[in-house]
Each structure stands twice: as C-alpha cells, then as structure tokens.
C-alpha cells in the first residue's frame, strides 16, 4: 500500500443533476500517484460527471472532495488544482475553441502566466511530441476527428499536468489513430485515469480497472477475469483463471 | 468550434494593428450609420467595398453573408413603404405605396450593408482572442470585452447547430410548407437550437476553466504602430472626412 495520501480521494459522494435522479451516490474513491486506473461502465453511468466532479466544474450535493492531500470546495480551490490535473473532453469539438492550433494549445499555458515565446516553445514541443509538427497554423475546425482529439490531447498536455482525466480518448477513432494514442499514453510518465469502453486498450494502458454500478465506484472482479479473456485474443479456449 | 473563416489571411488588412482597425472600424460605422444622403451612403458602400477587396475575402463567403442581412432588410422593404404615411409614390388596388417608406427602406439597406463590410473586412479578419486583448487595450472594461466576446461565439455556434438540426430534419424528408407539420417542426428545431446552444456553450466554458482561463484572454499577437498603421489610419480618417463633406457639409442640413 502506498502510504503518501492520495492524490484524488472522493468521500461519501453524493451528485445529481437538477431535477433528475441520483447520478453518484456514496461514492467512494482514491487515487494514488503513479496509479494507472481504468474506468468502464455503461453509457450514462456517470462516468463524465465524475470526472467534471474532480476538476471542480459540477459540485456534488454532498461529500467531501481531497486533492493532493487537501479539501477542496471553493471556486478558488479548484482553480489552484486545475492546472495540476488536466482533463480530456469527451468532444473534443468542445475544447478547441481557438482558430488555430498553435493559438489553442498555447491559451493553457499563456492562463498559467508563461510569456508569448515561453507559450509559443511549449506548445511547439508538445505538437512535435504527439506527431503534429507543421500543424501550428492549421484551422482548428477544419481538422479530422483524429487530429482533433491529437490537438486536444496537446492541449491538455501543454499544462504539464502531474495527473490526466481522459474521457474515452479513443471514441471514433481508426485503427491507426486509436494505436498512436495507445502508444502516445502508455509512454507518459504520468498518473491517470482513463475512460474506455474498450476492455483491450484499459488492459494494455491501466494496471488497475473499475466500473461503476449504482453510483458507486467498483472494483469488480468479474470484469478482471472478463478482461483476462480479452488478454490473450489469440489463445484457442477462453479460460477463468482461479 | 468556431468558424472564423475572415480571421485566416494575409491581406494588408490582416497585418494592421487589430486596436487601429477597431478604431476605425467603429468611427467609420458611427458615420455612416448617421448619415441619411444618398451620395454619402453609395460613397460609403463603395469604400466598404474597397476594404472588403484590400482585405482579400472571398467572394463567395462574403456575399452569403450579405444575402443573410439582405433577407432581414428585404422584410424592411415589405413593410415601410406600406405602413410610413406621406406622399403615396404608387397605388396599387387599395394598396399605397409611401414615398417616405421606400426611402428609409433604401438607406437602411444601404446602410447596413455598408457598415456589414466594412465589419466583415476590419474586424473579423482579427480572431476572437485578438479582437479580445485589442479591446482590452483599448481600455474597455473586462466584463464588457466578456460579453462581446462570448456573444460572437455564440452566434457561430448557433448557426452550426441550426444546420445540424436542419439536416436531421432533412434527411427524414422534411419539407416545408405553410401547414402545422411545419410550424411545429420549426419550433420544435429552435426550442432544440437554444437548449443545445447552451449545453454547448457550457461545455465549453468548463474547458476553457480546465485550461485556467481566468476571464482574461492573450493572444500571440504582437501589437504594434507602425508606418503601415499611420498610413491606414489616415486613409480611413480621409474616407470619413469625405462623409462627413457630404453628409453635413456640401448638402448643408
Ligand atoms: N447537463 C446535464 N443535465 C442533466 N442530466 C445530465 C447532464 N449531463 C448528464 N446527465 C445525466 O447524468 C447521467 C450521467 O451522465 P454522464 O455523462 O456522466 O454519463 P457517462 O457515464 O459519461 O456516459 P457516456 O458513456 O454516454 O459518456 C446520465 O443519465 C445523463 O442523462
Ligand atoms: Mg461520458
């Protein structure tokens, strides 16, 4: 067990959206650093919400929330966490807003206070870093889903942030694409927690997966021996493994 | 997601210092948005013109969005020469035609075309965050620079998600006409339009807070008057003398 506290700890929380029924309910969690964890549940399970519950932008009805060893609550408190952990839209249509690339991955890093140049050296790096040399001037909206959700991975990533949210980083992507991102994120050096209805890409990624049933987090054992059928697609007989 | 197709360019328009071009854009659309004489308004649409042709846009992308503006005024047309009273121009059947409407009728057509391109070649060929820090430097308070801001991307937002709506009513074969089916579906399309406008806009709020936007914008573009600036502005400064002659001088109101 790691003895340092946890980086992300959710107690006891309780979320619901106006008018509509309980989303999160008594929802433990902790998170540790270095943790690699993996999050698979059905649509509308509450997943998105969970993730927007950390970064401070619904605030749950109930429960208390720790980042890096501290509570936070406050607009103020949220926004001193925010750049230390970076999340990942599930529409990266909603996280581009800049007409350019090199405008958009920069805006992360110029809020953080960094120079023009300093800005400008950063967002070329991590453009070069994920593969996107010469994409700088490209017009955001004109870029396919693929490059989208590379320019929005940049994005997040120019913040050097110490902990990831993604939010189903592969959805609509090809298989060329998916493998790039699949490479991309296993080689950070980065704690996170991904979201994925793809069992494989969790496996490969994550040393840990968890679903979520009820409004609660779960470690659920089925889903590990699910997924270590999934582990060997080449083996003859799917197996259980005691 | 935001279509700015204006702000990517490299015309001499595009290089000027966006707080000159504001400057003179505002100047310039204050003028001309007072002046009532034919010869200073078609002198107007002709130096919109100009600028529209030195800022190098496209000709397609601006007339499309003349045609939008122009359906507005087109409504104009319709209803003030009936309804102005005055001097009756033409009579047709019990219908009159009122002089004093067809006049205002063409100087608000005029107008706001005049004003639309010179907008169209001054300002949106500056991008959001630009035309935001170059207000700001401009001294506008920040709250205001805010809501000029998100209110332009809303607009843009708007128009995207109207088209996906029209679409999905399209492809089922929707076809409109003047019966209930229509007006409902037309409602039913703008009640949708406004609510996903604002999941949108929400949305994307709450990234730009995940980036640590402090309702502050920067922008990579470095300001600065130059001899290029000097001479623009003094070219926009002669074609406003030159309404202004027209308007209040030479006609002598
Ligand atoms: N802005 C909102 N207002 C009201 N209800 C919402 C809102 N956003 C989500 N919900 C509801 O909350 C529940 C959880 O939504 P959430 O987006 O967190 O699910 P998810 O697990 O991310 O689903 P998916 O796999 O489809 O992305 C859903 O039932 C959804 O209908
Ligand atoms: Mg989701």
Redesign the pocket.
Same mark, same amino acid.
């Given at each position: 067990m790691n003895s340092a506290p946890p980086i992300i700890h959710l107690k006891d929380i309780h979320f619901s959206?106006p008018g !509509?029924k309980a989303?999160l309910n008594h929802l433990d969690f902790k998170f540790y650093r270095g943790d690699r964890t993996g999050l698979i549940?059905p649509? !509308?399970? !509450?997943?998105?919400?969970l993730f927007h519950l950390i970064m401070g932008l619904v605030k749950p009805s109930s429960g208390k929330i720790e980042l890096f060893g501290k509570p936070v609550s406050t607009a103020r408190d949220f926004e001193d966490v925010r750049r230390r952990i970076g999340l990942l839209f599930?529409d990266p249509d909603d996280q581009l807003f800049s007409p350019t690339v090199m405008e958009d991955v920069a805006f992360g890093p110029l809020n953080l206070g960094k120079s023009k140049s300093e800005a400008q050296t950063i967002a070329h790096r991590t453009l070069a870093y994920l593969g996107l040399e010469g994409f700088e001037d490209r017009i955001t909206y004109k870029l396919s889903g693929g490059e989208k959700r590379l320019v929005s991975l940049a994005t997040v990533l120019a913040m050097e942030p110490e902990v990831l949210l993604l939010d189903?980083p592969l959805n609509g992507l090809d298989v060329d694409t998916r493998a790039k991102i699949e490479e991309i994120i296993f080689n950070l050096d980065l704690s996170y927690i991904i979201i994925s209805h793809d069992i494989d890409f969790l496996l490969s990624t994550t040393a840990q997966i968890y679903t979520i049933k009820n409004g609660k987090i779960l470690f659920d054992d089925k889903l590990q021996i699910h997924a270590h059928r999934h582990a060997h697609p080449h083996g003859q007989y799917p197996h259980e493994h005691e | 997601m935001l279509q700015e197709p204006f702000a990517v360019g490299n015309s001499i328009l595009h290089r000027i210092d966006p707080r000159m071009r504001i400057a003179a854009a505002t100047v310039y659309s204050v003028i001309v948005a007072l002046s009532r004489h034919f010869p200073t308004l078609a002198t107007a649409v002709g130096a919109s013109l100009a600028l529209i042709m030195l800022a190098k846009l496209r000709p397609r992308d601006v007339v499309i969005r003349l045609i939008i503006v122009n359906s507005f005024t087109l409504l104009l047309w319709l209803v003030l020469p009936l309804t102005f009273q005055g001097s009756v121009a033409i009579s047709i059947g019990p219908l009159s035609v009122y002089h004093s409407g067809l006049i205002m009728s063409a100087q608000i057509t005029l107008k706001s075309n005049a004003i639309l391109m010179a907008l169209m070649a001054l300002i949106a060929t500056m991008t959001l965050s630009t035309l935001g820090s170059a207000l700001n430097r401009l001294h506008l308070p920040d709250k205001i620079v805010h809501l000029l801001l998100m209110t332009y991307r809303y607009i843009f937002v708007i128009e995207q998600e109207f088209q996906r709506l029209m679409r999905a009513a399209q492809i089922r074969g929707f076809r409109p006409g003047t019966n209930l089916h229509t007006y409902k579906t037309y409602a039913y399309i703008v009640g949708m339009l406004f609510v996903r406008s604002a999941?949108r806009a929400d949305r994307v709020y709450k990234a730009m807070l995940c980036r640590g936007f402090k309702r502050k914008f920067y922008c990579l573009h470095q300001f600065r008057t130059g001899k290029e600036e000097w001479l623009f502005g003094t070219a926009m400064g002669v074609a406003v003398m030159v309404l202004i002659y027209l308007e209040w001088l030479k006609a002598g109101v």
């Open positions: 959206y !509509g989303v549940a649509n !509308g399970s !509450g997943k998105t919400t599930q189903e | 999941l």
